[in-house]
């Protein structure tokens, strides 16, 4: 199953009528998707066309899950594209609707020739089965941006199991870090507890020094441990590597496993000792980062 990012776009146009045939109209269409936490739909159709969007809305309903989307349809060369004449009929309509409205608002500006052939072109009659041809290009476009949105949710994964990689290699690097530590402090607390007895000038005691020595390393040990966090990170990564490789919709478990992922290099960074860890500790963080930039991106 693919894995789809919200961000892509379409735009179709209806072929043009061959030149033996009558004028018809021709129509366009352009979807254009972000990333949003919903699915959230925006219309911005041609009054021609306006019936068209229930059907539109429930097409896209059906066919995303997640993302804002924007849907812009239009019409172009209509038969009454060129301007025509209005008939006296039309005129003196106009003429009464325009003195009714300036007998109560007396400043009103009075309508202009354009205005004049604005509304007498629009009044002609909608060709018949226009609102059925632009969901027939609708369908085509819906595909073409399923298409789109699939070619960068690809991307994305593939981006996503490139820092996976990269943070199994910071764990594995990490991992050895902590023995050499405890093994450093327990020779530092030794020197420190025989030196103690001879500044004190008292008997020098090697079982005791050792002993208490290997007592702090013990709880400094205890202190330092991450063998936790990084076997839940290990286990947070194999689940990000199921998911990408199952696709569908995944965006929003991704984003839970980009926070507990975050958690664990957080308490990484705050038991560590040494600046290699702490490197390692800040590695993560900036390649956690970038993958919850790209997640809020998939559907």
């Given at each position: 199953m693919a894995v789809y990012s919200m961000t892509g776009y379409a735009t179709l146009q209806s072929a043009p009528a061959p030149a033996d045939a009558p004028p018809s109209p021709s129509l366009g269409i352009e979807i254009r998707s972000v990333n949003s936490r919903f699915l959230d739909l925006t219309f911005k159709l041609?009054?021609?066309?306006?019936?068209?969007?229930?059907?539109?809305?429930?097409?896209?309903?059906?066919?995303?899950?997640?993302?804002?989307?924007?849907?812009?349809?239009?019409?172009?060369?209509?038969?009454?594209?060129?301007?025509?004449?209005?008939?006296?009929?039309?005129l003196q309509k106009l003429v009464s609707i325009q003195d009714s409205v300036r007998a109560w608002l007396p400043t009103a500006a009075p309508l202009s020739v354009a205005e004049i052939v604005g509304l007498t072109n629009r009044q002609t009659a909608v060709p018949s089965g226009l609102?059925?041809?632009?969901?027939?290009?609708?369908?085509?476009?819906?595909?073409a941006l399923k298409d789109a949105r699939a070619r960068e949710g690809a991307r994305?994964?593939?981006?996503?199991?490139?820092?996976?990689?990269?943070?199994?290699?910071?764990?594995?690097?990490?991992?050895?870090?902590?023995?050499?530590?405890v093994e450093q402090q327990r020779l530092r607390f030794l020197e420190r507890w025989q030196d103690a007895l001879g500044a004190a000038n008292a008997p020098s005691d090697s079982d005791a020094a050792r002993d208490r020595a290997l007592s702090e390393a013990t709880a400094f040990a205890i202190r330092i441990d991450v063998a936790e966090e990084l076997t839940r990170l290990a286990s947070h990564l194999d689940e990000i590597d199921r998911l990408l490789a199952h696709g569908g919709e995944l965006g929003?478990?991704?984003?839970?496993?980009?926070?507990?992922?975050?958690?664990?290099?957080n308490t990484l960074g705050s038991k560590s000792s040494s600046l290699e860890l702490t490197r390692v500790s800040v590695?993560?963080?900036?390649?956690?980062?970038?993958?919850?930039e790209q997640v809020q991106n998939l559907e």
């Open positions: 041609s009054d021609e066309l306006r019936g068209a969007e229930p059907t539109l809305r429930e097409l896209l309903g059906k066919s995303l899950r997640r993302g804002k989307i924007e849907v812009r349809g239009w019409v172009e060369g209509r038969h009454d594209s060129v301007a025509r004449l209005p008939t006296t009929a039309e609102q059925d041809d632009m969901l027939k290009l609708a369908h085509r476009a819906v595909d994305l994964s593939t981006m996503l199991a490139g820092h996976v990689a990269q943070l199994r290699e910071l764990a594995t690097q990490a991992k050895p870090m902590v023995p050499q530590l929003k478990r991704l984003d839970f496993l980009i926070q507990e992922l975050h958690r664990e290099a590695d993560m963080k900036v390649l956690i980062e970038q993958m919850r």
